[in-house]
């Protein structure tokens, strides 16, 4: 089901522009209140949208360092992030001398929706995201050798990233962050508050404060059709024949040890990272371990 070959609309947008209409994408974002320096978005910060025919606008963010980059990273974010919670993590990549791309899923963060209500995860099919990461790397992107793609997947998003690379997405790397639908809320209704802030850390307060400042960025529970698309997703994406078809190398980090991560994958690797939450969003302690695993994971020299 993967296999459709869809028309590419593709527009770049270097300065905000507001939705027109409930379902379009946003990309007019308004920084919370008291929002912590360290949280804003990266000096040089732009938007985009890619769009794919008949399916919701994709929004992406990207930034580059200021001097040569060593490489394109395209972070592609899991069930209810948002490009906004990848700020820190995008300014440590470009401080690392990489450009950064954050590519949020069909329905999700500020990308246009399949349907109201706006805050409920809907998708018939993962097809937007696997060819909307291929039509950004192909027609804006456009990577050279001397500044090849690597690919980080978070959450949800490992199925989409695992089967763009097999049909052709060229990439030197690919790190699966915190992969599974561990993070996803159970039930079908839309987004509500938490009651108990101070049972989230400083990372998760301030996502949440982009949401509060932010309606259309939020995301409650997804519906029975969206669980179902993702199941079959994951499911091809464990088959070794989708697996063997990856050349580059393979990074999972996990919070549990999974026999199953790299099987199939001819170039891999796993490390354990204990944490409750997606790694981006972790307390300091766990961040910079992750931080270390990723740099790890995007090094020419990673080894299986």
Same mark, same amino acid.
């Given at each position: ?16 522009? =507001? ?9 007019? $974002?308004?920084m919370p209140p008291h929002l ?16 794919? $025919?008949? @399916?919701?606008?994709?929004?992406y963010g990207v930034v580059t ?39 949020? %899923?069909? =329905? ?14 809907? +998708? ?10 291929? %039509?950004?790397?192909?027609?804006? !992107? @456009?990577?050279? %050798?001397?500044?090849? !793609? ?5 959450? $949800?998003?490992a199925p989409a990233a695992i089967?763009?690379?097999?049909? =052709?997405?060229?990439?030197?790397? #690919? ?7 561990? %993070?996803?809320?159970? =039930?079908?209704?839309?987004? $509500? ?24 960025? @939020? ?9 179902? *698309? ?15 078809? #990856? ?9 549990? *040890? ?26 300091? +302690?766990?961040? +910079? ?13 990673? +080894?299986?």
């Amino acid at each position: 089901m993967f296999r459709a070959r869809l028309a590419l609309v593709l527009t770049l947008l270097l300065a905000a522009c =507001g939705p027109v209409g409930s379902n379009a994408p946003f990309t007019d $974002t308004r920084m919370p209140p008291h929002l912590s320096r360290q949280f804003w978005a990266p000096d040089g910060w732009g938007w985009g949208v890619v769009q794919i $025919t008949d @399916r919701p606008p994709l929004r992406y963010g990207v930034v580059t360092p200021p001097g040569m980059s060593a490489g394109q990273i395209i972070i592609m974010t899991g069930y209810g992030e948002t490009a906004e919670g990848w700020f820190e993590t995008a300014r440590f990549l470009v401080d690392n001398d990489y450009s950064v791309w954050v590519l949020e %899923a069909a =329905g999700q963060g500020g990308s246009g929706r399949y349907g109201e209500p706006h805050d409920q995860g809907q +998708a018939p099919d993962f097809t937007a995201d696997i060819e909307g990461v291929r %039509a950004l790397s192909a027609k804006v !992107i @456009r990577p050279k %050798a001397t500044s090849p !793609i690597s690919l980080i997947a978070s959450g $949800t998003a490992a199925p989409a990233a695992i089967e763009a690379l097999s049909q =052709g997405l060229p990439a030197k790397a #690919l790190i699966l962050s915190f992969p599974g639908d561990v %993070a996803v809320p159970a =039930g079908g209704g839309g987004w $509500t508050r938490p009651n108990n802030l101070s049972a989230l850390n400083l990372r998760q307060r301030e996502q949440l404060g982009w949401m509060i400042a932010n309606p259309d960025l @939020r995301m409650g529970a997804p519906n029975r059709q969206w669980r179902t *698309a993702w199941s079959q997703a994951q499911a091809s994406a464990v088959s070794p024949v989708v697996r063997a078809r #990856l050349s580059g190398q393979v990074l999972v980090v996990s919070p549990t *040890a999974r026999p199953l991560d790299c099987s199939g994958f001819r170039q891999c690797k796993t490390r354990q990272i204990a944490a409750s939450v997606p790694y981006q969003l972790a307390d300091n +302690a766990t961040l +910079a371990v992750w931080r270390s695993a990723v740099l790890e994971g995007l090094d020419a020299d990673h +080894a299986p």
